[in-house]
């Protein structure tokens, strides 16, 4: 039902733009820095986490504010970012689908929320993944690099940085994809065998199952 349901989404969406639009327009607008990684869930020290180690987060979370009652519009992270840069649900425009073979279209007047940042004189960063699951807008970002930092910025402008860190992306768990399919495949076929050695039909054999 939450998925379906357009108030939760809408409503987080309207205080982040409100808070970003007030900010923006601030006689001394501040700096940004999102902060983003994936598959983490709440697990850090902050939100009660017993056996993680994150001291600086933590200490961060501290000196900040901590947001304990939020969603997440989609399970992976591409039509995540979907919904946290344009403020709708990613099945309202078709990209809720996981690297689906064309991009999402927003719909007309839909702004990215960095966009409307640069219009108010922001300079834009994007650091890591652009995967938005539509083409971004060329007028999102003054730069976009995986190799994007927070040096060298123009003094006469307040910035607003996007930092992406994939220690934690599920990926890490299968670094050389080749070596450890092959390990996989080899534990399968051993544990297979093993069975049917138990069972001990002939007529069976660990290449046929």
Not at 167 to 182: P, Y
Not at 184 to 199: D, E, G, P, Q, R
Request: net charge neutral; with cysteine.
């Amino acid at each position: 039902m939450l998925l379906t349901h357009p108030k939760p989404l809408l409503t987080l969406a309207l205080s982040v733009f409100g808070t970003l639009a007030s900010a923006a327009s601030a006689a001394e607008p501040p700096n940004i820095v999102l902060l983003l990684v994936e598959d983490l869930s709440p697990r850090i020290g902050a939100f009660g986490d017993p056996v993680a180690n994150t001291p600086n987060l933590d200490e961060l979370a501290a000196e900040g504010r901590r947001l304990t009652n939020v969603f997440t519009a989609a399970p992976v992270c591409a039509p995540s970012r979907a919904a946290l840069f344009t403020g709708l649900y990613p099945q309202t425009f078709g990209a809720q689908h996981m690297r689906a073979r064309q991009s999402a279209v927003p719909p007309a007047g839909v702004i990215p929320f960095p966009e409307i940042l640069r219009e108010h004189g922001y300079y834009t960063i994007m650091q890591g993944k652009n995967d938005f699951q539509f083409d971004a807008h060329s007028t999102m970002w003054d730069v976009t690099s995986p190799a994007a930092s927070l040096k060298n910025l123009p003094a006469d402008q307040p910035f607003f940085a996007v930092l992406q860190n994939g220690a934690t992306h599920e990926s890490g768990l299968w670094r050389d994809w080749g070596v450890q399919l092959k390990r996989f495949a080899k534990t399968a076929t051993n544990c297979v065998s093993c069975a049917l050695a138990m069972l001990k039909p002939a007529r069976w054999n660990a290449a046929e199952v």
